[in-house]
């Protein structure tokens, strides 16, 4: 006897449109990969590439572009020659309260006094512009200097005999006077008053000059 197997239509219909949704999210699912490998591969050579061209730099740097030179910190010298010696008279304070001899009264010492011999050759600390020369009564023959950053140096107590002019470009290590053998705070004897301003606030000059301390060693 024959044995004959019947189908129902409807569920052959279900079967099969269930299998067409299936292959459908299959094919779906495979372009959605395929893309995202290709935006991974895309960023993999785009940060290669910058890699490549900033020289294996970190984020910290700054890189101005090709032309420009990357930013790299203001690092002063001392304002003598490496075989003079000096004392630190007085250091940087903001706070600590020091008698000032040529005003006349106690207050913060923002800039670093430093005993030399008179007619000691004064450097200039940095690369920078002459913007300013000034002959005061109380603190002697002052030389500014305009660095780049913001930051601009003072050199107080040289002497009236300069080796150069307002406007002019020095650069660091170049003589810029000697110290005054006359100085207003007697008692200290020859000494250079030094102070470093940045945005035109008085800065501590040891966060700029390394070695910058009580005695020259």
Do not use: C
């Amino acid at each position: 006897m024959e044995t004959r197997k019947y189908t129902n239509p409807q569920q052959q219909t279900a079967t099969v449109r269930q299998s067409t949704q299936m292959e459908r999210s299959r094919r779906n699912a495979i372009g959605v990969s395929a893309v995202l490998m290709v935006m991974m591969l895309t960023l993999a050579v785009v940060f290669t590439t910058l890699a490549i061209n900033t020289g294996g730099r970190t984020s910290g740097d700054i890189d101005l572009g090709p032309d420009e030179p990357v930013w790299v910190p203001v690092v002063m010298s001392i304002p003598f020659g490496s075989t003079v010696s000096f004392d630190i008279i007085k250091g940087y304070s903001e706070t600590e309260l020091q008698w000032n001899e040529t005003a006349g009264g106690w207050g913060g010492n923002r800039s670093v006094k430093i005993a030399v011999g008179a007619g000691t050759p004064v450097l200039a600390t940095y690369d920078g512009t002459i913007t300013n020369i000034v002959n005061d009564a109380l603190e002697g023959t002052i030389v500014e200097i305009t660095h780049r950053d913001g930051l601009v140096t003072r050199y107080l107590g040289l002497s009236s005999n300069l080796n150069v002019t307002r406007g002019q470009t020095v650069t660091r290590g170049q003589q810029i006077g000697t110290v005054s053998g006359r100085p207003v705070d007697h008692k200290d004897g020859a000494h250079v008053k030094l102070e470093v301003l940045q945005n035109g606030r008085k800065v501590n000059p040891g966060d700029f000059i390394p070695n910058l301390d009580s005695s020259n060693k």
